[in-house]
């Protein structure tokens, strides 16, 4: 017998059921997003991410903001974002690192598969600097000072594990020297233990490079070509030191199980927004360069997942 209460409670139940379509259908985005990004504030990564983050804040109508989150070569920012609730408002800005790690460790924090690839950011080639106190001009007479020095030479990198270590570490293996790695939490320390004379050298990026050129040289940059906005820097190879032109490159991910509809949506928004002249200009002035050409970014990042396995186990890279 239908009672007056449990008529009030199918009721009810009809009532939500009818009422959930609307709610799974609520618009995209409702609230602030947040962009994580596995450096500290100051580097050049960081400040272009800004530059990317109010654009987007613009043409989405919502707040973005950027959360720096530091350390083990960008797992913990990786495995915040691979654990963040996959409704599109938290979002990963990072490097070759997310494709490094699943091969440098036995047990990383996350896998590839728990994100999801958004949109490239731009190509990331990696520069060697010293203090011009170091009495070296080129790439070969550090080499030779390396050679020669009682003690190994140091290098510092933004990071164990990062592209700066592995870079670092093939050419140590290409030219026989002994170099001694110092990793630090970010570029911007990295950068200034150069200034403060704390190592002997540094794999940073170009646009860090480039912002230190009164104090420090850039004797070299691992690419493939040169840069055409910083033509005058040469390649590892032309200065006849092979590193097997390992350009990084950043990019946006997202975690994996986030509605295909907001993934395209962020997908399109952050491909514009890198297209935009004066970003784009940006981009270049820091020392990125466009990566326009790949538009298959989920296949690209597989293909580097490959690339630099095969680098790290021909060169028994471990940490």
Do not use: C
């Not at 794999?203 to 840069?227: C, D, H, K, Y």
């Amino acid at each position: 017998m239908l009672t007056r209460r449990s008529l009030m409670r199918s009721a009810a139940g009809i009532a939500t059921l009818a009422a959930t379509p609307v709610l799974a259908q609520s618009p995209w985005p409702s609230r602030l997003l947040k962009i994580v990004v596995p450096l500290p504030p100051g580097g050049v990564m960081d400040g272009l991410t800004r530059v990317v983050a109010d654009r987007l804040a613009q043409r989405l109508g919502q707040s973005v903001i950027v959360e720096n989150k530091p350390g083990a070569n960008g797992m913990i920012a990786a495995s915040a974002v691979a654990g963040a609730d996959p409704d599109g408002y938290t979002i990963l800005s990072t490097m070759s690192s997310i494709v490094q790690n699943v091969s440098l460790h036995k047990s990383p924090s996350y896998k590839m598969s728990d994100l999801v690839p958004l949109a490239p950011l731009g190509r990331l080639p990696i520069a060697f600097i010293v203090p011009k106190t170091l009495g070296v001009t080129t790439l070969r007479d550090f080499v030779e000072k390396a050679r020669s020095s009682p003690k190994p030479l140091s290098y510092g990198t933004y990071g164990l594990g990062s592209s700066a270590h592995i870079i670092g570490e093939v050419l140590m293996k290409n030219t026989g020297i002994k170099l001694l790695q110092v990793p630090y939490r970010g570029e911007a320390p990295a950068l200034t233990a150069i200034l403060a004379g704390e190592v002997d050298s540094a794999f940073v990026s170009v646009g860090g490079a480039v912002a230190q050129r009164e104090s420090a040289l850039t004797l070299a940059i691992a690419n493939p070509a040169r840069m055409k906005r910083y033509a005058d820097i040469p390649t590892f190879d032309e200065a006849g030191f092979p590193v097997l032109g390992l350009t990084g490159f950043s990019g946006f991910f997202a975690p994996s199980a986030v509605p295909r509809p907001v993934a395209d949506r962020l997908t399109r928004e952050l491909r514009e927004i890198v297209a935009l002249p004066d970003v784009n200009s940006r981009l270049l002035d820091l020392g990125f360069e466009d990566m326009s050409d790949v538009t298959d970014f989920p296949g690209f990042v597989d293909d580097e997942v490959k690339r630099w396995a095969s680098v790290i186990h021909e060169f028994n890279i471990s940490i």
